[in-house]
């Protein structure tokens, strides 16, 4: 067995529950699942801060889990309710609705937080006003076509492979770390998405390079059919912020470093509905719950001209290399072929 695929296994093994274990009748808080400690000594210090409610907190999360949340999903809600229950009295709605108020945050944070102590409330027989904070929408920043390409160029063999295959399929982090070798199909080249926040499981083509580079990837792995193949959605952003990083400061271009990782995400849906203008089938390909998240894309199509890099086919295979390399053809002309592809 690799190390690559033994490393994978270890990171899917740490998920936040099966850290919470049921131990001879009671419940045992592991620190690992939301990073509650203990202060050893024989005097401590007197603190402001109340000691969490693990039971109640852990019998929230784990009628959660039995109602099928996801691992990602639990583990928010237990780092969200551990934080509550060390700030305030958790079982008084009202002191809690006054520390969510005051709390220095984004709405957006702020309705998080709502909707992690709805669950505690509902599960533990607690009666609140819910209050509302309208979520704020933050603006879509697409990366150019130039910079995508740089960071799978400057990525080692492992990066660069989960780089493009996360350029090729639009895929969610959370969706890509639950892949498994069983859903690949490595003849067709597609990887099959599980269904994930609600969306459906989606087959996803990659490029013939991407393709060549996943099947590399898998040799030096040594995966089982079962096994998850890429690491988990947090190792893929902090190796892909450390890699951007350093990229950024060797070719000394500050935009590099603003690129996240989801990004990716929202490059292929722009370039996508850029390509066939039809925002019901890019929605399908996001695997959107909701068009209204799908039209955010819309207004991003429109690019000035100097932002596209033409070139020309002279033959077949000048044409599917193009085609490889993501360009799109445009028109014939004088003979050729033109192509063309945003910077």
């Not at 005097?43 to 852990?58: G, K, Y």
């Not at 990229?247 to 370039?271: C, F, Q």
Request: proline share 5%.
């Amino acid at each position: 067995m690799s190390n690559e695929a033994e490393a994978i296994r270890e990171q899917n093994n740490m998920k936040i529950l099966p850290s919470i274990e049921i131990r001879a009748g009671r419940s045992a808080w592991n620190d690992r699942s939301v990073g509650i400690a203990e202060d050893a000594g024989s005097n401590p210090a007197p603190s402001t801060i109340r000691e969490p409610r693990p039971s109640r907190v852990f019998a929230t999360i784990w009628e959660l889990k039995k109602n099928g949340r996801a691992e990602s999903t639990l583990a928010g809600l237990a780092k969200r309710l551990r934080m509550i229950s060390k700030d305030t009295d958790i079982d008084d709605p009202e002191r809690v609705k006054e520390y969510i108020a005051a709390k220095q945050t984004s709405n957006t944070y702020k309705e998080g937080l709502v909707q992690a102590y709805d669950h505690y409330v509902r599960i533990n027989g607690l009666q609140w006003q819910k209050p509302v904070y309208a979520r704020e929408e933050n603006a879509i920043k697409v990366p150019t076509s130039e910079n995508v390409e740089k960071l799978i160029a400057y990525a080692g063999p492992k990066y660069s492979t989960i780089i493009s295959v996360f350029r090729d399929t639009g895929a969610r982090p959370c969706e890509l770390e639950r892949v498994r070798l069983k859903d690949v199909d490595l003849e067709q080249g597609i990887v099959y998405l599980p269904s994930r926040k609600g969306s459906k499981g989606r087959p996803k083509k990659l490029r013939p390079q991407t393709l060549a580079m996943l099947k590399a990837y898998l040799n030096r792995g040594c995966f089982n059919f079962d096994d998850p193949i890429f690491p988990s959605g947090k190792m893929m952003g902090h190796a892909f912020r450390r890699q951007r990083n350093r990229l950024a400061k060797k070719i000394g271009d500050p935009t590099i470093r603003m690129i996240r990782l989801y990004d990716l995400r929202h490059y292929y849906a722009t370039m996508l509905y850029l390509k066939t203008k039809d925002i019901v089938y890019t929605q399908q390909e996001m695997g959107h719950r909701r068009l209204t998240n799908t039209l955010k894309y819309v207004h991003l199509v429109n690019f000035k001209e100097d932002e596209w890099i033409s070139k020309v086919a002279r033959t077949l295979n000048e044409a599917c290399s193009l085609i490889d390399a993501g360009f799109e053809y445009v028109t014939d002309m004088e003979g050729v072929k033109i192509f063309k592809k945003r910077k």
